[in-house]
């Protein structure tokens, strides 16, 4: 097909894809709250088809008609007005569904400004498969009509699903259908999806977690089993002469994998609780992402990397960005200085200071000769240390043990964001125990709700960050 006749084409399937979205309307409201009649039911799924099958021809023939209006800007045939106004055409498409969602949910309240930026940057960005995915992800974890289905499921795993109204019962079928997708990527499966407002990877930003490597860290985000990206200490510039050649300033270019892997939250909840379900939900959810904050921020800081995400520390330690202290097996008040004369200079601009808060304390109380304290600024609130900000980590070390033969890493100094990356991966699931068996074999009168989720974290980037060590011997 020419331009003309994609753009006519386009116009054709917008007209019928507005007439089946009227039809599953007036299904939809004729229902109310009863299950919809297999009659119903038949002519809904039929309607889904033709949707679907529109929807994707669309999507080729509108990607086929840009393409063409770029080559000819290309070779030099487009015009302005060659080129077609495509605010008018349909925003109902997939991607645009997905960004919709996210932006109703942040506007009711239910998505914080980081969580919905985290959300739609998956849909904007990646490869267009990935796009894609995400695209119909949002759409289905994030309708409230899923919400609501999975409340009821909540109060009742085994006959929840009973009480779902015909919106509540599509919502269901739409995120299975997309988890099945995922889990296509994944090889993991069961459980039910969370809805898009409760999700880990999104709702876990830097403003809604205590970690501070989230906060400093870069985060990415991914809906397969690892994220592939590409990094770099930086090119060289340089001043030359005339007629001179130019220096290589290639630079090293590191091809990170980061894995995600995978953890989970366990909270029982008593029968009375989980009646009130809509409720409920909310502070289930605040309970589950806390305890897996928590488990996050350790592995953050010092996991090994096998089975669990590696640890900043883990990935500095042993490194050329180790430095021993001056101090005696104890801290010194040179260290500070030491590790901020190492970092190169490119990384100084945005660094910064991170340590237990027991450390911060010890270096509260060093003093000058004359009496007066050496680092008064870190008794300020923000703190900061050498005018740059100190971070409380408080899986870090916070004692050092002169009996004892060990390494004591008590402190990072860094540009965190071009040193270390987290990954997280949407689609956290929770799996519903309907019945909690005590000692003896008997029941509680509890559910239990079980939350599993994936991420990963790795230093990719060493020379960007400097680790404190202070060894004693035994």
Same mark, same amino acid.
């Given at each position: 097909? @020419?331009?003309?006749?994609?753009?006519?084409?386009?116009?054709?399937?917008?007209?019928?894809?507005?007439?089946?979205? !009227?039809?599953?309307?007036?299904?939809?409201?004729?229902?109310?709250?009863?299950?919809?009649?297999?009659?119903?039911?038949?002519?809904?799924?039929?309607?889904?088809?033709?949707?679907?099958?529109?929807?994707?021809?669309?999507?080729?023939?509108?990607?086929?008609?840009?393409?063409?209006?770029?080559?000819?800007?290309v070779n030099g045939a487009g015009r302005k007005a060659?080129?077609?106004?495509?605010?008018?055409?349909?925003?109902?498409?997939?991607?645009?569904?997905?960004?919709?969602?996210?932006?109703?949910?942040?506007?009711?309240?239910?998505?914080?400004? @980081?969580?919905?930026?985290?959300?739609? !940057?998956?849909?904007?960005?990646?490869?267009?498969?990935?796009?894609?995915?995400?695209?119909?992800?949002?759409?289905?974890?994030?309708?409230?009509?899923?919400?609501? !289905?999975?409340?009821?499921? %909540?109060?009742?795993?085994?006959?929840?699903?009973? /009480?779902?109204?015909?919106?509540?019962?599509?919502?269901?079928r739409q995120v299975a259908k997309v988890q099945a997708?995922?889990?296509?990527?994944?090889?993991?499966?069961?459980?039910?999806?969370?809805?898009?407002?409760?999700?880990?990877?999104?709702?876990? /930003?830097?403003?809604?977690?205590?970690?501070? %490597?989230?906060?400093?860290?870069?985060?990415?985000?991914?809906?397969?089993?690892?994220?592939?990206?590409?990094?770099?200490?930086?090119? $060289?510039?340089?001043?030359?002469?005339?007629?001179?050649?130019?220096?290589?300033?290639?630079?090293?270019?590191?091809?990170?994998?980061?894995?995600?892997?995978?953890?989970?939250?366990?909270?029982?909840?008593?029968?009375?609780?989980?009646?009130?379900?809509?409720?409920?939900?909310?502070?289930?959810?605040?309970?589950?992402?806390?305890?897996?904050?928590?488990?996050?921020?350790?592995?953050?800081?010092?996991?090994?990397?096998?089975?669990?995400?590696?640890?900043?520390?883990?990935?500095?330690?042993? $490194?050329?960005?180790?430095?021993?202290?001056?101090?005696?097996?104890?801290?010194?008040?040179?260290?500070?200085?030491?590790?901020?004369?190492?970092?190169?200079?490119?990384?100084?601009?945005?660094?910064?200071?991170?340590?237990?808060?027991?450390?911060? @304390?010890?270096?509260?109380?060093?003093?000058?000769?004359?009496?007066?304290?050496?680092?008064?600024?870190?008794?300020?609130?923000?703190?900061?240390?050498?005018?740059?900000?100190?971070?409380?980590?408080?899986?870090?070390?916070?004692?050092?043990?002169?009996?004892?033969?060990? @390494?004591?890493?008590?402190?990072?100094?860094?540009?965190?964001?071009?040193?270390?990356?987290?990954?997280?991966?949407?689609?956290?699931?929770?799996?519903?125990?309907?019945?909690?068996?005590?000692?003896?074999?008997?029941?509680?009168?509890?559910?239990? !709700?079980?939350?599993?989720?994936?991420?990963?974290?790795?230093?990719?980037?060493?020379?960007?960050?400097?680790?404190?060590?202070?060894?004693?011997?035994?």
């Open positions: 097909m @020419n331009k003309t006749e994609q753009q006519a084409r386009l116009t054709q399937i917008d007209t019928r894809l507005d007439d089946i979205d !009227a039809q599953m309307i007036a299904i939809h409201d004729a229902a109310k709250d009863r299950s919809l009649t297999a009659t119903e039911q038949t002519r809904w799924d039929g309607l889904k088809v033709d949707r679907d099958t529109l929807g994707a021809e669309r999507n080729e023939v509108d990607t086929a008609l840009r393409n063409a209006i770029k080559l000819d800007v060659d080129v077609p106004n495509f605010q008018h055409q349909r925003t109902n498409t997939e991607s645009d569904r997905g960004r919709r969602t996210i932006d109703n949910a942040h506007r009711e309240g239910a998505l914080p400004s @980081n969580a919905a930026e985290k959300a739609t !940057a998956l849909i904007d960005e990646g490869h267009p498969g990935a796009r894609g995915l995400a695209d119909r992800w949002a759409t289905a974890a994030g309708d409230p009509a899923y919400r609501g !289905a999975f409340a009821k499921m %909540l109060g009742d795993p085994d006959r929840g699903h009973l /009480t779902w109204n015909a919106a509540e019962a599509e919502s269901y997708e995922m889990m296509s990527t994944t090889g993991a499966n069961g459980g039910f999806m969370i809805p898009l407002t409760l999700d880990p990877a999104i709702m876990l /930003t830097n403003s809604g977690s205590n970690n501070p %490597l989230r906060q400093l860290a870069t985060v990415k985000q991914t809906m397969t089993n690892a994220w592939q990206g590409v990094t770099s200490a930086g090119a $060289t510039s340089e001043w030359k002469a005339e007629n001179a050649e130019a220096a290589d300033g290639s630079p090293t270019l590191g091809d990170p994998s980061i894995p995600v892997h995978l953890g989970d939250s366990f909270v029982p909840y008593s029968f009375e609780v989980g009646m009130d379900a809509e409720n409920f939900l909310s502070e289930l959810a605040i309970v589950l992402m806390d305890s897996a904050d928590n488990l996050m921020a350790d592995a953050y800081t010092t996991g090994t990397g096998s089975g669990q995400p590696q640890g900043i520390v883990t990935g500095l330690a042993g $490194t050329a960005s180790e430095i021993n202290g001056q101090g005696t097996e104890a801290l010194a008040a040179t260290d500070p200085f030491d590790l901020q004369n190492a970092l190169g200079a490119r990384f100084s601009a945005n660094a910064t200071f991170q340590g237990h808060i027991a450390t911060m @304390n010890a270096y509260r109380r060093f003093e000058t000769p004359n009496g007066a304290h050496e680092f008064p600024e870190l008794r300020e609130n923000p703190p900061s240390l050498l005018g740059k900000p100190f971070f409380e980590n408080s899986n870090m070390d916070s004692a050092i043990d002169p009996a004892a033969t060990a @390494n004591n890493y008590m402190a990072i100094y860094g540009d965190i964001a071009r040193a270390f990356y987290i990954v997280d991966r949407v689609g956290a699931t929770m799996e519903m125990i309907p019945n909690m068996i005590g000692a003896n074999q008997r029941p509680t009168g509890e559910r239990g !709700a079980l939350l599993w989720f994936r991420t990963g974290s790795k230093v990719v980037n060493v020379p960007a960050a400097r680790l404190l060590d202070i060894p004693t011997t035994a």
